[in-house]
């Protein structure tokens, strides 16, 4: 593993308990990063933390729906440590597997709300720590449902669609700033998200499968360092851009 270097850098990585956010940050903190995990499974943050390096991991529950709830969080980080200097937003769920006139108002506002609304809570709390201090590494997950649109993930396809717009009309509010904001669109990866819908759905993701070049799942490592190179100093010249993860299928 090449080492990018983040010492001293302080993380905070939404949707930190499994999957994608804790291959985020498992690689941050291998780099140097000091990382705060939140998710909304206290369970889970406890399981995980144990598994990382003590003196730079520790673990809030947060509900990133809950705007006031990430500012407690974000200012309570900011007080501790000084800075916040990267935030890798994670968080997110699938929904369920319907067509778009079918689908249940509930599960279209939950996924929109965790997906997207959660992501605009978590920059609009953390940017202006960023901007005190003239440096910050944003990386936004999105999906390449966003940027295709999967069928019969309605909910899910516009809120990842969504984080990329995001993404891009953020990147050029703090260009002038030292604050870098950029995207990553993964493919199919084998984490507890994307196993929940494979088992329920075993058909659909053999579709999803055949359009992988490599002709494979990525692996959470693969994620975990293009997301280290984002939230890098090296990451300097790219701001606004959604980097596919897919193993070749990639998209516009």
């Known amino acids: ?12 990585v939404t949707g930190g308990a499994s ?4 291959a985020a940050a498992e690689r ?24 990382l390096d003590q003196g730079q991991a520790t673990t809030r529950v947060v509900d990133v729906t809950n705007l006031e709830a990430v500012e407690r969080a974000a200012a309570d980080v900011f007080e501790r440590n000084g800075k916040i200097d990267i935030l890798v937003n994670s968080a ?33 709390a953390i940017v202006p720590f960023m901007k005190a201090g ?44 030292g604050v870098i904001v950029n995207a990553v669109a ?27 070049p490599l002709n494979r799942m990525g692996r959470l490592d693969e994620f975990g360092a293009l997301v280290a190179w ?3 100093q090296e990451c300097s010249f790219s701001t606004g851009f959604t980097y596919d993860l897919s193993g070749g299928r990639a998209s516009y």
């Not at 965790?114 to 605009?120: A, E, R, S």
């Open 92 to 124: 997110g769920i699938a929904g369920p597997v319907k067509q778009c006139v079918d689908y249940p108002i509930d599960a279209w506002h939950r996924v929109l709300a965790v997906n997207l609304t959660g992501v605009f809570h978590c920059c609009r």
């Open 134 to 177: 003239s440096y910050g590494r944003i990386i936004n997950v999105s999906s390449m449902a966003g940027k295709e649109g999967n069928p019969d993930q309605i909910a899910y396809v516009a809120s990842k669609a969504g984080v990329i717009g995001l993404t891009k009309g953020l990147a050029k509010e703090v260009a002038l700033t």
């Open 230 to 232: 984002l939230a890098s």
């Open 28 to 51: 941050l903190i291998a780099s140097g990063a000091m990382v705060k995990l939140w998710d909304t499974e206290e369970g889970k943050l406890s399981a995980s933390v144990a598994t």
């Open 186 to 212: 993964p493919g199919v990866f084998g984490t507890p998200f994307a196993n929940a819908v494979f088992e329920e759905n075993p058909e659909y993701v053999e579709g999803l499968l055949r359009k992988i």
């Open 19 to 22: 999957g994608l956010g804790l």
């Open 1 to 12: 593993m090449n080492r990018i270097d983040l010492n001293g850098r302080v993380a905070i």
